[in-house]
């Protein structure tokens, strides 16, 4: 595995080492130990999420102000535009977004620090994306940040609007964070 920083430091892209031939492809998804050597972060991840996405769906940007979760984010069938926005009040980055696409394909993945918000974009006709979190779900203090705030000004690769849950349309503006 390969860490790759991006422009918020502590958010990494991870590039597994895949071993294929005309049979298909084996990778280690994650290893504690490799996981650790290529990032320097020590996580113990508590739950596994899968979703899955039709195209124009747009998840986010969610975080949690209690039990705040760390995750490894991938994709397993489809693509997706992944987002990530450092919403930690005197961090060098505050405010600062980072997007890459994720891919059953490239079979990156990004690790995204506990205490930051998160979201992605579905790509493809459908996505299945899986994540590890370092903390469980907790409804009561998960919140969520507008989609389209002008503050982030995130370029979302978009035709048109997105596919919004309920709520999701109802994100606060970044500059309302807690």
């Known amino acids: 595995m390969r860490a790759v920083p991006t422009a918020i430091p502590d958010v990494l892209l991870l590039e597994p080492k895949v071993f294929g031939d005309e049979?298909?492809?084996?990778?280690?998804?994650?290893?504690?130990?490799?996981?650790?050597?290529a990032t320097g972060v020590r996580a113990h991840f508590v739950q596994d999420n899968h979703s899955r996405s039709v195209r124009h769906v747009l998840r986010g940007l969610?975080?949690?102000?209690?039990?705040p979760q760390g995750k490894?984010?991938?994709?397993?069938?489809?693509?997706?535009?992944?987002v990530v926005v450092d919403i930690r009040k005197g961090s060098v980055t505050y405010g600062q977004?980072?997007?890459?696409?994720?891919?059953a394909e490239n079979k990156r993945q990004i690790w995204v620090p506990p205490g930051l918000a998160h979201g992605f974009l579905v790509l493809s006709d459908a996505a299945e994306f899986l994540y590890k979190t370092t903390a469980f779900y907790a409804p009561e203090h998960e919140?969520?940040?507008?989609?389209?705030?002008?503050?982030?000004?995130?370029?979302?690769?978009?035709?048109?609007?997105?596919?919004?849950?309920?709520?999701?349309r109802q994100g606060i503006a970044f500059r309302d964070v807690e």
């Open 23 to 37: 049979r298909g492809f084996f990778f280690e998804s994650y290893n504690e130990k490799s996981f650790f050597e």
């Open 62 to 67: 969610h975080y949690q102000v209690e039990q």
């Open 72 to 82: 490894l984010v991938r994709v397993v069938q489809g693509e997706v535009f992944d």
């Open 97 to 103: 977004w980072v997007g890459q696409r994720l891919s």
């Open 143 to 168: 919140r969520c940040i507008a989609w389209d705030d002008s503050d982030l000004a995130i370029a979302w690769p978009l035709e048109g609007l997105p596919r919004l849950s309920a709520k999701d």
